[in-house]
């Protein structure tokens, strides 16, 4: 009982609660006793303690406290406890790897298949090194304070890896790493009680993980020569590859100006040939017409081919050294004077004004009158070549530092800069292109430049698109050769050059119009005026001296046959084609490439633009008339199978540009059927034609005109109605007739027969 209980010191602890109840401990169980029931209840740790229950002790009088447990009973003063609020050292008590505590070296508790990392204990341990895969371990650690030790706090970090420190309890003192990369770690630890501040030194243990075989500084180093020996492999492989590509690029590149120089000589010695040839076999077939004629235009085109030939040789002999350049004292002044005048025809002819101006009035030097000539004749004869009319060429001679001074400055349309560079190269053209404004090889400034240099002079040129160029020609002045007064005979002027330039388009007297009409398109007046000789009294031929040209009289004339050259300036023969085979107003003109450019590639690229013939120059006037007659032929073709039109209209499988041509004809008379206003005039402003070009191509394609064409169709019409209940009149008036008796008079010329007959003949087959 309860008395009983209070007959011993009263050591045991106890609590009263607000009911009366007695609560306290035995060395056991937690005990209640009720005073007023005399009840005594033994609880389990389950059941609830009474509210202000919290110690389990019991204070004396003399303040000496009584706590009981489960071994006996502890009595301490309070007066008597000492309190540290120093912080704990903190030691790393344990390692693991994969979840393993690692045993030491060589210890009894050594099985591992590997080796162990540990030579001593853990907590005497500084480093650690580990093998690459070694990389998933763990760490405990515990703080040496037994005061409270599950109030005791942690801190701990493994730097290279935790950006901070990391807090955990005493429940949790261990941390586990996986997965760490290769490096040097250090993993520090240190320790706190619940009231004391974080200790200032920490635990640590320096962990080094290694890195693979594969990716030791060893390897990489292996990696970076394998990788920089197949780099420079690769390199040099590619470097052969580009250098290979770069000369088949360049041989490419030299082939390409292989054939455009072979072209464009091919087009310089084919052009003089053909008028030569052609001219001699004129002479040859009517000596008393063609003689005088004849033979002006063999020489000029023979001194033409003698000019290039002479250029190409002088050539060759410089590169080889072989050309003389015999050297004489003499007065230049006269000399260049001499050569300027040589031009001045050339230069009238084409409205450019032509000026020499000198600063002094003698100057005796030693010179080559051969290759001064040359070389000035060739600038001069550039510098007209590329000037437009109204333009102006100066040549100016000076002294300056012991040096003759010669300028060539023209208005011309300049040299763009990137060509600058090349001008002076062999067979260079600034402009290459078959539409090149004028002709030529690129032999003239190659072999100025070459006789500059025998000379022991220079060069230099500057230039400016649209407003011109300058050539300075600098010769130092010597006099150590014989005096010597050149003859007039020893200055170099190319006469096919100095002469004066016909620039109008070349026709043939009389014409008559019921002859076809032939357009020829060729930009050389010698060879236009031939390819007309050769045409005349079984054509007319009216002449254009360029493509542009050339396709605004083919859209305005629609001739029945057009000739036409491939290199010209302002528009190729290929462009002429194009454009006059894709314009509904002359898709069926015949058109004749008559060229130089007789190559095989120049051929089908002519016929793809849809020529209908290619002829290379010179030609065989037979073969050119029967390339003529032939064309003709097969437009009596075209206007044999449109020749019902237009009461016939339905294949288009043959002659689809000429088909659809004429279902547009068609079409737009049925829209204005019932109009009698509707006539040529109203027609030619649907269709877009002038009325001389719309008669033109219904001829060519018909063979009718374009009233039998309106007529036709109008009666074709009336034709159907008569199949209809409408009366004779109603019907003329629904094709556009006001008058019935002249509607009767058209449908009987057009039918041979009466509306009202052709009405009955209807009703009684039916």
């Not at 089908?604 to 064309?631: C, M, V």
Request: with cysteine; proline share 4%.
């Amino acid at each position: 009982t309860y008395e009983e209980f209070l007959d011993i010191e009263p050591a045991i602890p106890v609590l009263e609660d607000s009911r009366g109840r007695i609560w306290f401990f035995n060395s056991l169980h937690l005990i209640r006793y009720d005073p007023n029931s005399k009840e005594v209840a033994i609880l389990g740790p389950d059941d609830g303690l009474p509210a202000g229950f919290y110690w389990t002790g019991h204070q004396a009088k003399s303040g000496q406290l009584f706590m009981g447990g489960i071994e006996g009973l502890t009595i301490f003063h309070p007066d008597s406890i000492q309190t540290s609020y120093e912080p704990p050292r903190t030691v790393i008590t344990d390692f693991r790897l994969f979840n393993k505590t690692v045993p030491l070296a060589g210890s009894r508790a050594d099985t591992l298949e590997w080796a162990s990392p540990l030579a001593e204990s853990i907590i005497f341990t500084n480093k650690i090194r580990l093998k690459h895969w070694q990389n998933y371990f763990s760490l405990e650690f515990a703080a040496l304070d037994l005061t409270s030790p599950a109030t005791n706090r942690y801190q701990y970090q493994l730097v290279g890896y935790d950006e901070d420190w990391l807090t955990t309890d005493a429940k949790r003192r261990y941390v586990t790493y996986t997965n760490l990369d290769p490096g040097t770690y250090t993993f520090r630890v240190r320790g706190a009680t619940r009231k004391s501040t974080w200790s200032t030194s920490a635990a640590t243990v320096e962990i080094r993980i290694l890195a693979p075989w594969w990716a030791t500084i060893w390897a990489y180093t292996a990696y970076a020569l394998l990788l920089f020996a197949i780099l420079r492999t690769i390199y040099i492989f590619q470097l052969r590859r580009k250098v290979a590509q770069a000369e088949a690029e360049q041989f490419k590149e030299l082939d390409a100006v292989k054939t455009k120089l072979y072209t464009n000589i091919t087009h310089e010695f084919r052009t003089p040939l053909t008028v030569i040839l052609g001219m001699a076999g004129k002479v040859e077939e009517d000596p008393k017409k063609w003689l005088g004629s004849g033979i002006d235009s063999i020489k000029r085109n023979g001194q033409r081919l003698l000019h290039l030939v002479n250029q190409m040789l002088d050539l060759s002999r410089l590169e080889l050294g072989k050309l003389a350049l015999n050297m004489h004292q003499g007065d230049v002044i006269p000399f260049v004077s001499y050569l300027v005048q040589s031009y001045e025809s050339y230069a009238e002819s084409k409205g450019i004004q032509l000026r020499f101006e000198k600063s002094v009035n003698s100057l005796v030097m030693d010179h080559s009158a051969d290759a001064l000539s040359k070389i000035i004749s060739n600038l001069i004869s550039n510098a007209l070549k590329h000037t437009p009319d109204g333009g102006r060429v100066t040549v100016g001679l000076d002294v300056q530092d012991n040096q003759l001074l010669i300028e060539v400055i023209d208005t011309g349309v300049g040299i763009p800069e990137d060509h600058l560079s090349h001008i002076f190269d062999q067979f260079y053209q600034v402009d290459s292109g078959i539409t090149r404004e004028t002709e030529g090889t690129g032999i003239g400034l190659a072999l100025v430049k070459e006789l500059v240099d025998r000379l022991k002079g220079d060069i230099k040129v500057s230039s400016q698109e649209k407003v011109g160029t300058q050539f300075k020609v600098l010769l130092p002045i010597s006099r150590k050769a014989e005096m010597k007064e050149p003859v007039t005979e020893m200055y170099y002027v190319p006469e096919n050059v100095i002469q004066p330039l016909v620039t109008k388009d070349v026709t043939i007297e009389p014409i008559d119009n019921k002859l076809p009409l032939i357009l020829l398109v060729e930009d050389n007046e010698d060879v236009a005026a031939y390819i007309s000789s050769c045409l005349v009294g079984r054509f007319q031929v009216i002449h254009a001296h360029n493509g542009k040209v050339g396709v605004e009289k083919a859209l305005k004339l629609i001739p029945d046959l057009i000739i036409c050259d491939v290199m010209m300036p302002e528009m190729d023969g290929y462009q002429v084609c194009q454009l006059l085979k894709q314009d509904e107003r002359s898709s069926h003109v015949p058109i004749v490439m008559l060229t130089a450019k007789a190559d095989a590639d120049s051929r089908l690229q002519g016929l793809r633009q849809g020529a209908d013939a290619y002829l290379a120059k010179p030609f065989q006037p037979e073969e050119l008339d029967l390339r003529l007659n032939n064309l003709l032929y097969l437009r009596g073709q075209i206007q044999s199978h449109f020749g019902q039109f237009p009461s016939n209209l339905q294949d288009a499988n043959h002659y689809p540009q000429e088909h659809e041509f004429l279902s547009k004809v068609k079409s737009k008379i049925l829209e204005h059927l019932a109009s009698e206003d509707f006539g040529i005039p109203e027609l030619c402003l649907a269709i877009g034609l002038s009325r001389s070009q719309l008669h033109r191509k219904l001829k060519a394609i018909t063979g009718k005109s374009t009233s039998l064409i309106i007529r036709g169709v109008r009666m074709n019409e009336a034709r159907k109605l008569l199949h209809s209940d409408l009366t004779i009149s109603e019907i003329a008036y629904e094709v556009g007739y006001s008058s019935p008796n002249y509607f009767s008079t058209m449908f009987s010329e057009s039918f041979g027969i009466s509306p009202t007959e052709m009405r009955d003949k209807n009703s009684m087959q039916q």
